[in-house]
Nanobody, 126 residues
Framework: QVQLVESGGGLVQAGGSLRLSCAASGRSFSSYAMGWFRQAPGKEREALLAITWSGYITNYANAVKGRFTISRDNAKNTVYLQMNSLEPEDTAVYYC???????????????????WGQGTQVTVSS
């Protein structure tokens, strides 16, 4: 049974930083890209960043470019989202997701992912 469990969310002031973690279990994820998404109240879910097993990164959202980075520790089956220079507009529930790509290096096509975590709330105060 595949499980993705996010952690690290919370309340932070504007300009601050947070690091989210996503621990994956239940299968080998070497053929999966791991991605981060977010959904703010009243808005559609937004894809942010994704990373392959081999470390290739896909940036889906210009809004977080230069502020958010994604990384992956394959030995721990964990993916991270480092968020710097946070803004109130970054307030949302952040989700981790996994997408089968068939190889360690293939970049994910599209933003329909196969497995999802339960989400972690990030609130940025002004």
């Amino acid at each position: 049974q595949v499980q993705l469990v996010e952690s690290g969310g919370g309340l932070v002031q504007a300009g601050g930083s947070l690091r989210l973690s996503c621990a994956a279990s239940g299968r080998s994820f070497s053929s999966y890209a791991m991605g981060w998404f977010r959904q703010a109240p009243g808005k559609e879910r937004e894809a942010l960043l994704a990373i392959t097993w081999s470390g290739y990164i896909t940036n889906y959202a210009n809004a977080v470019k230069g502020r958010f980075t994604i990384s992956r520790d394959n030995a721990k089956n964990t993916v991270y989202l480092q968020m710097n220079s946070l803004e109130p507009e970054d307030t949302a529930v952040y989700y981790c997701a996994a997408k089968f790509t068939g190889s360690m290096r293939a970049r994910p096509e599209g933003t329909r992912y196969d497995y999802w975590g339960q989400g972690t709330q990030v609130t940025v105060s002004s």
